[in-house]
């Protein structure tokens, strides 16, 4: 399993998220268009009680048109129930969605899943009951020869936690998302922090925290990068800095939350525009990160 180039000579991959909200078009056809505007790459999200068979036939149209998979987002609806569910039937819902997704990148030999921490802005108590019953989860990706990212999201401390108790594992590894880093952690440069355990990345843009006492899902717009607030130079440095080496990975979004306003500068462009506008923003990324090296 490989998650760098072998050349270090060679630019960087570029791939990007399935979803786009344009949830009217399915992921085999999402992945053409990514592939026909020339990202080389892409990551399947998947959702609550979600459809092996759905994996697999991305899994099939990915390798007929030779484009990367790279990695798969796990659910994460329900993750504050691994840390706070005590009875543990909750919990286990939970569980077998992340098994789930795990079987799926060993069956499909896609190498990483990436998983949140946490769910909820109000969850700040990282607990030994969480801990145990990720380490299960982390020992099943071991045993099916997957690596597992987790991403910087809101409640920062959960992401701590994990990495300060299973970061040195082979297995684990820290997913940076650029975005989640400006609106939901306020700015603290998750990469000094975690960079170490660097395996992927989340890139996207933002306008900051509306308010900074309180973080608001609402303020995650997933902009595409330099279409919002977010330092891009400083971003490629700190990279840079990392040593890392592997795909520049995107994960953008059309149209706001809840209805909201965030990203009408995307309103009237279809699919086809949509991602060769990602693709021209990844580009000038990555010209960037290779500038600052």
């Not at 607990?127 to 987790?150: N, Q, S």
């Amino acid at each position: 399993m490989c998650l760098r180039r072998s050349n270090m000579s060679d630019k960087p991959l570029l791939c990007l998220g399935t979803g786009l909200d344009f949830d009217e078009v399915p992921a085999v056809e999402q992945i053409e268009i990514m592939k026909s505007v020339g990202f080389d790459q892409f990551f399947y999200s998947e959702t609550k009680n979600q459809r092996a068979a759905d994996d697999e036939a991305v899994a099939e149209k990915a390798a007929k048109i030779g484009i990367g998979f790279h990695s798969i987002h796990a659910p994460f609806y329900a993750m504050d129930d691994m840390w706070h569910d005590e009875s543990g039937e909750l919990a286990k819902i939970m569980e077998q969605e992340l098994k789930n997704s795990i079987d799926n990148c060993h069956n499909l030999d896609v190498p990483i899943v990436v998983m949140h921490a946490i769910i909820g802005m109000d969850n700040h108590t990282p607990t030994e009951l969480g801990l145990e019953r990720i380490g299960k989860i982390i020992d099943y990706a071991i045993k099916r020869g997957v690596t597992i990212g987790f991403e910087n999201t809101e409640g920062e401390c959960y992401l701590k936690a994990l990495l300060d108790k299973y970061g040195e594992l082979e297995n684990v590894g820290f997913t940076y998302d650029s975005g989640h880093e400006l609106c939901y952690n306020g700015g603290t440069d998750m990469l000094g922090k975690y960079g170490r355990y660097l395996i992927s990345t989340h890139l996207d843009d933002n306008h900051g925290m509306t308010d900074p006492e309180h973080p608001n899902f609402l303020d995650d717009y997933h902009l595409l990068p330099f279409d919002g607030y977010a330092d891009w130079e400083g971003i490629a440095k700190r990279l840079n800095k990392c040593g890392f080496d592997g795909s520049l990975t995107f994960e953008v979004d059309s149209k706001g939350r809840c209805g909201s306003h965030s990203n009408d500068m995307y309103l009237g462009m279809n699919i086809e525009q949509f991602v060769k506008a990602a693709y021209d923003h990844a580009v000038r990324f990555r010209d960037l990160f290779l500038a600052t090296k």
